[in-house]
C-alpha cells in the first residue's frame, strides 16, 4: 500500500513515512519525523522535526505539534490541538538583542501521548506529562498534567469527570473529585468490564 502526499504538502528531508498513509494539503512535516503506517494527517497541520508518531493515528486539520512529543498508535487528534514543549518561552535573550534559537534546550520538555487516546478538537496540551492509554480528553480542554489511563478529563485546566471504555463510551461519572475505594464498571456499548481503584483503571475484560 503506498504513501499518498498531497502535492501541496512540504515533507522535509530524512522524514519516514509508513506504507498506507495520507497527508493531506498544506502539511509541513520536518525534518527527521517519523509516522507509522495507516495515519491520516488533515490539511495545513505542522509537525516539527524529530516527533515520533505510531501506526493508525489520526491527525484532523489545522493541529500543531512541536518538537519532543511521542503520539502512540491508535490516537486521534481532533481539529486545531497545540501541543507546547517550553515551560519558559522568549522569543529574545535577555537584552531583548538577539532571537533565541529554536533547537531545543534546557528548557524543552516531552509530551507523551499513550496509544488508543483522544484529543478533542481545540484542546491546548502542555508538556513534560503523558496522557494515558484509552483517555479522552474533552473539546477545548486545557492539559497542565498527566492524566491516567482510562480517564475522561476536561475543562480549564482539565481535570477528572469520569471514566471511558476502550471504545470511547463513558462507563462511569465522578460525583465531584472523589476517586476512593473499589469499584467495577461495565461499558453500556460493548460491554468491555474494568476494575477501578482510587482512579486507576485496569481491564477485567480486554479484547481479544
Request: with cysteine; hydrophobic share 40%.
Given at each position: ?33 517519523r ?20 501506526s493508525?493515528?489520526k ?7 512541536c518538537?519532543?512529543?511521542t503520539?502512540e ?8 490541538t ?12 535577555v ?21 488508543g ?15 494515558g ?5 474533552g473539546?477545548?480542554a ?9 480517564h ?5 485546566p482539565?481535570?477528572?469527570?469520569g ?9 462511569l461519572?465522578?460525583?465531584g ?27 477485567l475484560?480486554p479484547?481479544?
Amino acid at each position: 500500500m503506498s504513501v499518498q502526499v498531497h502535492p501541496t504538502a512540504i515533507i522535509e528531508d530524512g522524514v519516514e513515512i509508513g506504507a498506507g498513509t495520507s497527508i493531506w494539503d498544506n502539511v509541513h512535516v520536518r525534518h527527521s519525523t517519523r509516522i507509522g503506517e495507516d495515519c491520516i494527517v488533515g490539511e495545513k497541520t505542522y509537525i516539527a522535526y524529530d516527533v515520533r508518531i505510531g501506526s493508525r493515528v489520526k491527525i484532523n486539520a489545522f493541529v500543531y505539534i512541536c518538537t519532543g512529543v511521542t503520539i502512540e498508535n491508535g490516537v486521534m487528534i481532533s481539529a486545531a490541538t497545540v501541543f507546547t514543549n517550553d515551560r519558559f518561552p522568549r522569543a529574545t535573550t535577555v537584552d531583548l538583542a538577539q532571537l533565541r534559537s529554536s533547537e531545543p534546550d534546557e528548557t524543552t520538555r516531552p509530551t507523551l501521548v499513550r496509544e488508543g487516546a483522544t484529543i478533542g478538537a481545540g484542546c491546548v496540551i502542555g508538556n513534560d506529562l503523558v496522557i494515558g492509554r484509552f483517555a479522552m480528553v474533552g473539546m477545548g480542554a486545557l492539559v497542565t498534567k498527566s492524566i491516567p489511563d482510562f480517564h475522561l478529563v476536561i475543562g480549564h485546566p482539565a481535570v477528572t469527570v469520569g471514566y471511558v471504555c476502550r471504545c470511547g463510551h463513558p462507563m462511569l461519572r465522578l460525583r465531584g473529585d472523589r476517586h476512593e475505594g473499589y469499584q467495577e464498571a461495565t461499558c453500556p456499548e460493548c460491554a468491555l468490564k474494568y476494575g477501578i481503584e482510587n482512579g486507576v483503571v485496569t481491564e477485567l475484560s480486554p479484547p481479544v
